[in-house]
């Protein structure tokens, strides 16, 4: 399955500004093959904290947006966004995956940035999501997850492929480009690890996006661009196949 990480800037608080640059986008990689279109967290309007502007009900503009994009191209689009519940006090930085016939899943973040008082705002997820994409076992998480190595365990015997949205600031970009190698190495499986560009909120991000084989080999890397990185995509094939001959052949995971 070819997969394709949309390495964008971020129109700031204005989703339908995003809409409109990101659906060619979609529909590039769409037209490159790709049958998984992975935008990045908070496509729609960068990593703000002011949930009382920015917070979306189920099912809202950006949801819609995402499920729009998959049905007119027939392939599966997915990325995050403020999700608020009925009756909920605070919205989750939900990552919503879109199929091609109508399918919608969600994964909310289960580990807020409390360094930057996420978890003032954003309610805590509490369960982990696999979702299987045309026969890829994919599992969704978000930005600051990828530094929690345990919850990237508890399901690599039932995954093939880690899909991880961020808006991942520059100065510690060395930590996702390490931490993004890592994961695919402990747990013998692929990474998709989309970032953001550019600038927003008064932070600079490098992009570095990225697609990690099973055996920590770069598939896909984004070009340096410096701490302001430019937008671009990757398209990488993702094989399960190839997931079960490394496991095979390196048996690790039962050493656990």
Not at 212 to 217: D, S
Request: net charge negative.
């Amino acid at each position: 399955m070819k997969v394709a990480a949309v390495q964008h800037d971020i129109v700031w608080e204005d989703p339908e500004a995003n809409y409109t640059r990101l659906a060619p986008r979609v529909a590039d990689a769409a037209a490159a093959g790709a049958r998984l279109v992975v935008l990045t967290e908070m496509y729609s309007t960068g990593f703000s904290s002011d949930t009382a502007k920015i917070a979306e009900p189920v099912d809202g503009a950006s949801t819609r947006f995402l499920a729009d994009q998959a049905a007119a191209h027939g392939v599966w689009v997915c990325g995050s966004l403020p999700e608020q519940a009925p009756g909920a006090d605070r919205p989750t930085n939900c990552l919503v995956l879109a199929g091609p016939e109508g399918e919608l899943h969600r994964y909310a973040k289960i580990h807020p940035f409390s360094y930057a008082r996420e978890h003032e705002r954003f309610a805590s997820g509490d369960r982990r999501v696999t979702v299987d994409v045309d026969g890829v076992r994919v599992s969704l998480f978000v930005c600051y997850d990828l530094r929690f190595a345990d919850d990237f365990w508890a399901l690599a015997a039932d995954t093939d492929c880690y899909v991880v949205v961020a808006n991942w600031p520059a100065p510690r970009r060395a930590h996702w480009q390490t931490l993004l190698r890592a994961r695919a190495i402990e747990n013998q499986a692929y990474v998709v690890g989309v970032n953001r560009a550019g600038s927003g909120g008064r932070l600079d991000y490098a992009g570095d996006s990225a697609v990690i084989g099973p055996f920590g080999e770069e598939l896909a890397v984004a070009i340096d661009d410096g701490d302001v990185g430019a937008e671009q995509t990757l398209v990488a094939d993702v094989d399960p196949a190839h997931v079960a001959h490394i496991r095979a052949t390196y048996p690790f995971l039962p050493d656990r």
